[in-house]
């Protein structure tokens, strides 16, 4: 299958499987152009590496609805939008176990599951941004502006506050901007879920600032801490 993907601003066409491996995880949400360092260390995603990496080298990984549940995360306990990733870095270690770095790429809707291997496997379809023109200077301003003021006001290190700062210094795209900020945010797993299910970057921008609102009027964080300096 050959899709377009925008990286880093570029949109590239890429050969993508039809068939991914599913990779389940709790309370965890990978938004694209965002990344993570996963350690993999149970026998069925170790096998799934053994065969992504010397081929294609991504799957998608998905929250899992509810961790305490007697589903476990079996296919009914786990969102059927996740996100499509890639393998930047993969580091086999002696017993068998890996540590990886993975790259966001897009948005994927899961569809019928498969069996045949330990691991997950499922057909999917990209889940694109529909067109539009965008969002307006005023947003993109605006965006930026409380995002810098959420991190001058966080605990982050000088060097987190100044890598964050080069980096919408950078001239992201919207989608990225967004993407960025909506993995930054210190929300609960299932409003993290609706961020990505997002079906366009003003979409996206909108629900952003529903979650602010909400959290402005004076709820906390499970941590604790205001969720933003509104």
């Avoid at 149970?42 to 609805?65: A, C, W």
């Avoid at 017993?95 to 809707?109: P, T, Y």
């Avoid at 379809?125 to 539009?132: A, G, I, K, N, V």
Wanted: hydrophobic share 40%; net charge negative.
């Amino acid at each position: 299958l050959v899709q377009s993907i925008s990286l880093k601003g570029k949109i590239r066409l890429l050969m993508i499987p039809t068939i991914l491996p599913i990779f389940p995880l709790p309370n965890i949400v990978l938004f694209p152009h965002t990344f993570m360092p996963l350690h993999i260390f149970e026998p069925r995603y170790r096998e799934m590496l053994n065969d992504i990496v010397p081929s294609h080298g991504t799957f998608v990984i998905t929250q899992i609805k509810d961790p305490s549940s007697s589903d476990g995360n079996s296919n009914s306990n786990y969102y059927p939008i996740g996100c499509m990733v890639r393998i930047v870095r993969a580091d086999p270690l002696p017993d068998g176990r890996w540590n990886i770095l993975v790259q966001g790429m897009a948005l994927i809707n899961i569809n019928e599951s498969l069996d045949g291997k330990l691991y997950r496997q499922a057909h999917i379809t990209l889940r694109t941004f529909q067109d539009e023109k965008g969002l307006s200077p005023e947003q993109r301003e605006t965006l930026q502006n409380l995002f810098i003021d959420y991190v001058i006001q966080s605990d982050s290190e000088e060097q987190t506050k100044s890598e964050i700062q080069e980096l919408l210094d950078s001239d992201l795209g919207d989608e990225v901007l967004l993407n960025t900020i909506a993995m930054s945010m210190k929300i609960d797993p299932v409003e993290r879920q609706f961020l990505l299910e997002a079906r366009s970057v003003q979409d996206l921008y909108d629900r952003i600032y529903q979650l602010w609102d909400f959290m402005s009027k004076g709820r906390n964080t499970t941590e604790g801490d205001q969720w933003w300096p509104l």
